[in-house]
């Protein structure tokens, strides 16, 4: 047993060094990596998984990753993490489910089940009560339903809310296109809508509740108020209070519901609705592990749910009919069709997946200090004339994404395009573009959503990289030309410290002292609103007539 012991030492021993000589190859040398490491772990003993039965490095390579990642790093969780091979191997087990391979006998008259094997059904249902759970939801309070992604959620809330033309629909500005959809269901039954900005919300909620204004009429209307409570552009955090105090301005006759999209959040960050009582929350699984893809989750809560419309809905009618129904209660009132079970089972895996590593907090606690890192890291770089290397989109701290742009020694753009393909060839693969976030998006650069909607109008609305602008530079009106897009770095639960510290090395390498050539991309001129051949957009409600009434 003693010789099995040393054996076991020294193969660890061997094991590390091994490993110590990848990431030092994975990083382009060491260039004082191993120090800069020694002094990251020592300062932040949360991120190596302390209470997991293996370090983040150990999983690394136990999992496969190691194997189909290789020596590059990745920087786009916030569209898709990577998988476990446990998770997908584990997710195939499904012995327990084997009724479900020969359809029972189906009862026409109370077709209340969601698939063909009450096994499927029985551990459908199990799971639904296990991931309002794991989100701090009572299952007393809220309902789990099932959707085919976060956008499916979105999608489903535009579908069922009643919207009336007495209603209003308030969205923050940096919000995801999924959520700006639900636009199409207010504007198809009259209701007003309009985007906000952070500071006109805290503004509203500040003023007296009796400022506020409502159309009359009969019966009670609902409003709706949406926002992202974690940015998916730049990992901004939204205040998780509003929720609360959007629900506070409702009147007898006027409820304010309130939709939390949440989506970004839970990648990295906990998030507990018994606290923070959304009417609405939204999850997309794979974004949280890498598997199972299409499976999402609209976490609803239940009296709100009485209130809700589903207009095409075939799931759970409780008894068949040709012209009238009588929908069941629960989540199967809004799920249409047979659901995608097996892949509903998989969601079991993610939830096994963070308990192993501490849960929501452990991920909170590994993901911190690397956005904190390479915050201050990129934050530092500058050119020989000391101007800065990177524009930081993304303010400190909050979501484990840095979001930025390269700049030339002049102060210039490099084209997003490019960045991702130099990035991408020294094997660092970050997100590019706006990703589904125009609010978000062109704030960053310093465009308006006007200008925008000119370049789209001139190019047949297909989407454009740069966009030549009039601004005042010194006091006289001059072109500036801005990238239509930005660069994402977004972490989750199985980054690394060698990626952080590769993306710094990479940047610094490439594009230290380096000059843009402007005369490269398609630079299409935006002509000023008041020219004639100017596309003119639609005036939406401004924030006054959306949150207050006054319109």
């Not at 499927?120 to 296990?130: C, Q, T, Y």
């Not at 809330?157 to 209003?168: D, E, L, Y």
């Not at 509903?344 to 993901?367: C, E, F, M, N, W």
């Not at 890291?377 to 701290?397: D, V, Y």
Request: proline share 5%; charged share 20%.
């Amino acid at each position: 047993m003693r010789l099995l012991m040393v054996a076991l030492a020294l193969w660890a021993g061997v094991a590390a060094a091994g490993r110590s000589l990848r990431d030092a190859a994975a990083t382009g040398g060491d260039d004082g990596f191993a120090a800069a490491k020694a002094e990251f772990l020592k300062k932040y003993p949360g991120y190596a998984y302390p209470d997991a039965d293996a370090t983040v490095d150990e999983l690394w390579v136990s999992e496969g990753l190691e194997g189909r990642y290789g020596n590059r790093s990745y920087f786009d969780y916030a569209a898709s993490a990577p998988y476990w091979n446990s998770t997908v191997n584990n997710a195939g087990e499904v012995t327990d489910l084997c009724p479900s391979i020969h359809p029972r006998e189906q009862d026409y008259l109370t077709h209340d089940y969601t698939s063909n094997s009450p096994s499927s059904k029985e551990a459908i249902d199990a799971l639904r009560n296990a991931t309002l759970q794991f989100f701090g939801a009572d299952p007393a309070e809220y309902l789990c339903v099932w959707t085919r992604s976060a956008s499916g959620s979105l999608q489903s809330v535009g579908n069922i809310f009643p919207f009336t033309k007495a209603s209003r629909f308030a969205y923050l500005q940096g919000s995801h296109q999924s959520l700006l959809a639900i636009r199409g269901n207010a504007q198809e039954l009259g209701a007003t809508y309009g985007v906000v900005t952070a500071e006109q919300v805290d503004k509203w909620l500040d003023k007296p509740k009796k400022d506020d204004k409502y159309a009359k009429g009969n019966g009670t209307t609902y409003h709706l108020f949406a926002y992202p409570t974690m940015d998916n552009l730049n990992g901004e955090l939204h205040p998780m209070e509003w929720v609360t105090k959007v629900k506070e301005r409702s009147t007898d006759k006027n409820k304010w519901l309130v939709l939390a999209d949440t989506t970004a959040h839970v990648i990295t960050k906990p998030l507990n609705l018994s606290s923070t009582p959304a009417d609405f929350a939204t999850v997309s699984f794979y974004k949280m592990t890498g598997y199972p893809t299409g499976v999402g989750a609209l976490i609803m809560r239940k009296e709100v749910a009485a209130a809700m419309n589903p207009v095409f809905s075939t799931g759970g009618p409780r008894a068949p009919a040709l012209d009238w129904r009588v929908l069941s209660d629960g989540a199967a009132r809004f799920e249409d069709g047979t659901l995608p079970y097996l892949n509903i089972i998989a969601v079991r895996q993610v939830l096994a997946t963070y308990k192993r590593l501490g849960g929501p907090q452990a991920v909170d606690s590994h993901t911190a200090p690397l956005k904190t890192w390479l915050y201050d890291q990129a934050s530092a770089l500058k050119h020989s004339n000391g101007k800065p290397l990177l524009q930081i989109n993304s303010p400190s701290g909050e979501g484990a994404t840095v979001n930025f742009n390269v700049l030339d020694p002049n102060g210039e753009y490099f084209g997003y395009q490019d960045i991702a393909k130099a990035l991408g060839a020294a094997g660092v693969d970050v997100g590019k573009g706006c990703f589904a976030n125009p609010g978000s998006c062109y704030a960053s650069v310093g465009l308006k959503d006007d200008e925008v909607f000119q370049v789209t109008a001139q190019n047949n609305n297909t989407a454009q990289e740069w966009a030549v602008v009039t601004r005042v530079v010194d006091g006289k009106p001059k072109q500036v030309r801005l990238p239509i897009g930005t660069m994402r770095a977004s972490m989750g639960f199985m980054s690394r410290f060698e990626d952080v510290w590769k993306l710094v090395k990479v940047l610094k390498e490439t594009y230290t002292d380096k000059t843009v050539d402007v005369t490269t991309g398609e630079n299409v001129v935006v002509p000023e609103l008041e020219a004639a051949n100017a596309a003119k957009p639609i005036r939406l409600p401004g924030p006054d007539c959306v949150l207050q009434g006054r319109c």
